[in-house]
T-cell receptor, first 115, second 111 residues
Framework: GAGVSQSPSNKVTEKGKDVELRCDPISGHTALYWYRQSLGQGLEFLIYFQGNSAPDKSGLPSDRFSAERTGGSVSTLTIQRTQQEDSAVYLC?????????????FGPGTRLTVL | ELKVEQNPLFLSMQEGKNYTIYCNYSTTSDRLYWYRQDPGKSLESLFVLLSNGAVKQEGRLMASLDTKARLSTLHITAAVHDLSATYFCAVFMDSNYQLIWGAGTKLIIKP
């Protein structure tokens, strides 16, 4: 079956521009997560959704970052006025429920480069 | 604040050898995950450990969890080149549904 998909796979942008990253979770998965992975580093949790709701936005690095999810499916992560330190791979994952026992399945990621 | 520490961060070994990667974490949790990441690829789930004393094995990899010691191990038996990858452990925080990740162990297995 289809896994988690993300688009674009690569995005190069100029400092100060806005970017929008998309995540399409596995069908039927109610929980969706966004992470950021900087070069050679582990993962930094950004935000999760249970359905369309994101109860805790404290993991977002700054107010330039926002995320939404509609229809309990596709999610978009928007970064406004991008900065060079935003360069990273942005990973999306989904799981059946927001539960510690449910494995998170990861998408291929979007590599963002801010020039 | 939960911290997750892996060691070693880098490991180069010969095929056929055994080795163990360690994952220590700083607060109470009984949910731990191991993932594998190949260069330029996304993360692949290896094991989910859900209770103290849990042990899971898949091929040459075996993972265990000791919640009292706040320690998980990933043991590699008779390593083969195909196991070369970066391995991450991650601990689930019930309080905010976050997975807190270790920095990863880059494993290189030489033929």
């Amino acid at each position: 079956g289809a896994g988690v998909s993300q688009s674009p796979s690569n995005k190069v942008t100029e400092k100060g521009k806005d970017v929008e990253l998309r995540c399409d979770p596995i069908s039927g998965h109610t929980a969706l997560y966004w992470y950021r992975q900087s070069l050679g580093q582990g993962l930094e949790f950004l935000i999760y959704f249970q359905g369309n709701s994101a109860p805790d936005k404290s993991g977002l690095p700054s107010d330039r970052f926002s995320a939404e999810r509609t229809g309990g499916s596709v999610s978009t992560l928007t970064i406004q006025r991008t900065q060079q330190e935003d360069s990273a791979v942005y990973l999306c994952a989904s799981s059946l429920w927001i539960s510690s026992t449910d494995t998170q399945y990861f998408g291929p990621g979007t590599r963002l480069t801010v020039l | 604040e939960l911290k997750v520490e892996q060691n070693p961060l880098f490991l180069s070994m010969q095929e056929g050898k055994n080795y163990t990667i360690y994952c220590n974490y700083s607060t109470t949790s009984d949910r731990l995950y191991w993932y594998r990441q190949d260069p330029g690829k996304s993360l692949e789930s290896l094991f989910v450990l859900l209770s103290n004393g849990a042990v899971k094995q898949e091929g040459r990899l075996m993972a265990s969890l000791d919640t009292k010691a706040r320690l998980s191990t990933l043991h590699i038996t008779a390593a083969v080149h195909d196991l070369s990858a970066t391995y991450f452990c991650a601990v689930f925080m019930d309080s905010n549904y976050q997975l807190i990740w270790g920095a990863g162990t880059k494993l290189i297995i030489k033929p």
